[in-house]
């Protein structure tokens, strides 16, 4: 799995989650029951990792919603 999305927002993250989902794309969130740690002030940022054979078409999704700002650069294959 590669991450496509890092943000603190949470109704981002839970648009993406409902995009994602809705298009049958895999998705993982990490590090959202991170608030416990850090007081509920939103510093840490959470993360949307899909599947790498989804990578495409999850980006494309994202774009295509007007999301193209918050996707992560793609990592260079090794």
Known sequence: M???????????ITAIEALLTGAGIAHLVLD???????????????????PDEDMAAAR?????AGLAHELRQPEPDA
């Open 60 to 64: 494309r999704l994202l774009t295509e």
């Open 32 to 50: 959202q029951h991170m608030s416990v740690l850090e007081g509920s002030i939103g510093v840490l940022q959470r993360r949307v990792l899909v």
């Open 2 to 12: 590669k991450e496509i999305v890092r943000t603190n927002n949470a109704v981002l």
